[in-house]
């Protein structure tokens, strides 16, 4: 039964692109062409290629800051300013979700491999902005990114969050991976299933999911 097995949970971790709003929203379409946009800038590399270094660093990197910043040495903080401003007027209120996630019992949490500023403002167009406990971005991990185990922990600590005690909901498989390993419930929040050994259970609609837990 999927309420029994997070019976133990009371850590409940959300990232935020594409999992708290639907991807029909396609708001990191806005934010990729600011991301090349601003790797031709900085790096003075025509767009064609500035799209393949930004598409290459999230690959080999987790975030396309990360290969800026192992690469290149940019300072993380001009970027994660222009890339997220961006028009957040798409994105509309969920009450359901805000219910379901004010529902569930303990610490409810952002951790996003955006920046806090960025994703409050997601909330903000949510209408979530008083559901969750905490809300934390790339900074507070030492913009080390999501996938690497070493961000969770950071973040984490921080927090005093028990991970064998957490649940963590993500849109992207590859962030799951570390979360399993330290002993959380993962859920893959996706339009298509993915199955793999390191997620627990898959889901394309987050706040129906939730209402069947408490």
């Not at 990729?32 to 064609?48: D, F, I, N, S």
């Not at 927090?159 to 959380?184: I, K, Q, T, V, Y």
């Amino acid at each position: 039964m999927v309420k029994a097995s997070f019976s133990h949970v009371r850590a409940w971790v959300f990232d935020l692109d594409n999992t708290l709003y639907p991807p029909a929203a396609r708001l990191f379409d806005q934010i990729e062409v600011r991301m090349t946009a601003y790797v031709a800038r900085t790096l003075g590399v025509p767009q064609p290629e500035a799209d393949r270094l930004r598409a290459l660093y999230w690959r080999q990197y987790g975030t396309t800051l990360a290969g800026l910043m192992a690469e290149h040495d940019a300072d993380p903080g001009p970027y994660l300013t222009e890339v997220h401003e961006i028009d957040f007027s798409v994105l509309t209120p969920d009450p359901a979700l805000a219910d379901a996630i004010t529902a569930l019992p303990g610490r409810k949490i952002v951790y996003t491999n955006g920046c806090e500023p960025y994703a409050r403002n997601v909330l903000a167009a949510r209408g979530l902005t008083d559901v969750f406990d905490a809300v934390y971005g790339v900074e507070h991990a030492g913009f080390r990114p999501k996938p690497e185990q070493a961000a969770f922990e950071a973040v984490f600590a921080l927090d005093g969050l028990p991970a064998e005690r957490g649940a963590m909901f993500e849109d992207d498989m590859r962030n799951l991976a570390a979360p399993h390993a330290m002993g959380m419930r993962t859920v893959l929040v996706a339009p298509d299933p993915h199955p793999a050994d390191h997620i627990h259970h898959h889901t394309d609609d987050l706040a129906g999911f939730l209402q069947h837990l408490v």
